[in-house]
């Protein structure tokens, strides 16, 4: 079975510091990864994806990720974060094999000035 | 811009009420999806259409009827809802009829209340 863990409810950064939101995962078949934003009042959009490939993912906004198998990790960087940076942030992984999507219970991001 | 469309953005019904929850994408996209969101949690999967069949049905209780009249449009009928159903409902579509292998395309939401 697959699950998700965002390591960190919650992570308070000042503005144009850099952040890290973390994620690891678990499968025990080759799967697809996943970031999404979502901005309050609004629905999920997709930052960034890693399905094949270059273990470094770049994004929109400037977000990056990187995959690393042995660690089963996949985490989400941002060298200077902005205020608008401030957002529920999801980390989801999936299955060729099943084609379900697991959620990762959501980090929130508050960019302080 | 958001391409996936979904209204009204807002709902308050009443327990015995009827009402439907609406969603538009003009992306040709092949799947589409019902999700349920509580506060500060991720979205709870509900329903999938691909090609404009039911392919899975969460085990959601039948107060929640949907129904995908074409491969644009996505309908959630409500009736007879309990507050504890008070939550953002959300849309969202994909080219690849499977949610697990690539991007999901969201709307902004419903936020329903029920009274």
């Known amino acids: 079975a697959q699950s998700v863990t965002q390591l960190d409810s919650q992570v308070p950064v000042f503005e144009e510091a850099p952040v890290e939101l973390r994620c690891n995962y678990s499968?025990?078949?080759?799967?697809?990864l996943f970031w999404y934003v979502q901005y309050p009042n609004q629905g999920l959009q997709l930052l960034l994806k890693?399905?094949?490939?270059?273990?470094l993912v770049k994004g929109i906004n400037g977000f990056e990720a990187e995959f690393n198998k042995s660690q089963t990790s996949f985490h989400l960087r941002k060298p200077s974060v902005h205020i608008s940076d401030t957002a529920e942030y999801f980390c989801?992984?999936?299955?060729?094999?099943?084609?379900?999507?697991?959620f990762g219970q959501g980090t929130t991001l508050q960019v302080k000035p | 811009d958001t391409e996936v469309t979904q209204t009204p953005k807002h709902l308050v019904m009443g327990m015995t009420n009827k009402k439907s929850l609406k969603c538009e994408q003009h992306?040709?996209?092949?799947?589409m999806y019902w999700y349920k969101q509580k506060a500060k949690k991720p979205p709870e999967l509900m329903f999938v259409?691909?090609?404009?069949?039911?392919?899975i049905n969460e085990s959601v209780p039948s107060r929640f009827s949907p129904e995908c009249p074409n491969s644009s449009l996505l309908n959630l009928h409500l009736h007879a809802l309990q507050p504890e159903d008070s939550a953002l409902y959300l849309c969202?579509?994909?080219?690849?009829?499977?949610?697990?292998?690539?991007?999901?395309?969201f709307g902004e939401g419903s936020r329903l209340t029920v009274l």
């Open positions: 969202a579509s994909s080219q690849e009829g499977r949610e697990g292998i690539g991007e999901l395309f």
């Open positions: 499968s025990s078949v080759s799967v697809y």
């Open positions: 890693y399905l094949s490939g270059s273990t």
């Open positions: 989801a992984v999936g299955s060729s094999n099943t084609g379900k999507l697991i």
């Open positions: 992306m040709g996209h092949r799947a």
């Open positions: 259409y691909s090609y404009e069949k039911l392919s």
